[in-house]
Structures are given as structure tokens and as C-alpha cells.
């Protein structure tokens, strides 16, 4: 069955350090793979998305992630992180099933520490 | 504001009650998608509609629940008999089947949710 593995419920990041938040998924076909984010009152929004080609994908806000299918994993990075970054990630794989039917890890929490 | 609304955005109920919440998706979308989100778990996919078409149903979805879209515009998610197992956040996005690439690569651009507590 389909599935995202989010391993970190928590990451702590002191503000303008780096930041890397892993994703691991499962999924027999070619992924299509997203990472969202969802701040407190707000809904979820999409940060950057990979179908194919470059498996360095640029995304909003100074997001980047990086697809390796050897690993199955689509981790997020960030060179330097804002207070305004924290909030909780969520990564998630499409599937293909003539429309975009997302299922979605159990998210990571990032605190940003001054 | 042109993005996807929800009402209510909290919703507080006695188990056994019926409640019922509305999406209004961004106006030029024909995809409109529900999902349900509890404490400390990703979304997770309940409903597709594409216009006014339900084309895809979760088995989450049991028959408590109902969700119409009628017209193709605004849609409606409804809860019978409501238990405190669905004390969740309900998300609504929507999506459009309209531009380049893959055709079910569209975004989905979700709406802030509705909070529901079942006591």
C-alpha cells in the first residue's frame, strides 16, 4: 500500500540555521511527490511539488527538496530558517488514479529557537 | 478573497447530532476534494468531485456521511448521528483539470478547515 514515513514528529532549528526534514515513501508506480505546510488557523499550502525531471526541485519561501529514488526519499531543505518558518510540514505522494488523490505523512513540527 | 472558504471554522456538538459543514472552492474550479484531519496525523482523502460529480468515495466514508456538490460550485459535507470518533478537522480543496502537464497534476488549494468536537 501506499504510504509517507515522516520520522521526525518534532525538529528544533535555531533561527538562520540549516533545516532538512525527512520524507520517505512508498509507492510501486513513478511518485508524485509534494511538500505542504499548514500554520495554526491556516490551511494547507503547497510549497513545491516533483513529477519528473530535475530531482532538485525549487519551491516558495526558499524551499528546495531533493528526489533519490534509490532511497525512496524526498527530504526538504532549507539553508536558513526564519521565525516565520515554523509551522508543520507535511509531505505527501499523488496518486495515480486519474486525478490527484494525495495521501499524505503524519507531518513534522519545526520550532525555530532565537 | 479568492480562496477557498469553509463554514463554520468550529463547530461544537453533542454525539448523535447531525451537522453539516460548506466548501466554497476558488469560483474557476471543477475538482473539489474533502479530507479529515485528526490531532497529530496528516490529512487523510475522504471525497473527490469533479463539477458535480462524486467520482471517488474513502471507506472512511461510512454512511453517516454524505457530501454533495450541487451545481458543480459549493459543496456540502454532512454528518449523521455524529460520534465523538469524528471529532477531527474536515478540509476542503479545490482544483482545476485546466492547464499543461500530467491531468491529474493540478494543486489543490485547501481551505483554512472546520474544526468539529463531537462531546
Known amino acids: 500500500a501506499q504510504s509517507v514515513t515522516q520520522p521526525d514528529i518534532h525538529i528544533t532549528v535555531s533561527e538562520g540555521a540549516s533545516l532538512e526534514l525527512r520524507c520517505n515513501y512508498s509507492y510501486g508506480a513513478t511518485p508524485y511527490l509534494f511538500w505542504y505546510v499548514q500554520s495554526p488557523g491556516q490551511g494547507l499550502q503547497l510549497l513545491l511539488k516533483y513529477f519528473s525531471g530535475d530531482t532538485l526541485v525549487q519551491g516558495i519561501k526558499g524551499f528546495e527538496a531533493e528526489f533519490k529514488r534509490s532511497q525512496s526519499s524526498f527530504n526538504l531543505r532549507k539553508p536558513s530558517v526564519h521565525w516565520s518558518d515554523a509551522a508543520e510540514y507535511f509531505c505527501?505522494?499523488?496518486?495515480?488514479?486519474?486525478?490527484?488523490?494525495?495521501?499524505f505523512g503524519t507531518g513534522t513540527r519545526l520550532l525555530v529557537s532565537p | 478573497d479568492t480562496g477557498v472558504s469553509q463554514n463554520p471554522r468550529h463547530k461544537i456538538t453533542k454525539r448523535g447530532q447531525n451537522v453539516t459543514f460548506r466548501c466554497d472552492p476558488i469560483s474557476e474550479h471543477n475538482r473539489l476534494y474533502w479530507y479529515r484531519q485528526t490531532l497529530g496525523q496528516g490529512p487523510e482523502f475522504l471525497t473527490y468531485?469533479?463539477?458535480?460529480?462524486?467520482?471517488?468515495k474513502s471507506r472512511l466514508l461510512s454512511d453517516r456521511f454524505s457530501a454533495e456538490r450541487p451545481k458543480g460550485s459549493f459543496s456540502t459535507l454532512e454528518i449523521q448521528r455524529t460520534e465523538q470518533g469524528d471529532s477531527a478537522m474536515y478540509l476542503c480543496?479545490?482544483?482545476?483539470?485546466?492547464?499543461?502537464?500530467?491531468?491529474?497534476?493540478?494543486?489543490?488549494?485547501f481551505g483554512p478547515g472546520t474544526r468539529l468536537t463531537v462531546t
Open positions: 480543496a479545490s482544483g482545476s483539470t485546466g492547464g499543461v502537464g500530467p491531468r491529474w497534476s493540478d494543486e489543490q488549494y
Open positions: 468531485f469533479q463539477n458535480e460529480a462524486q467520482l471517488e
Open positions: 505527501a505522494v499523488g496518486l495515480n488514479t486519474g486525478f490527484q488523490k494525495l495521501v
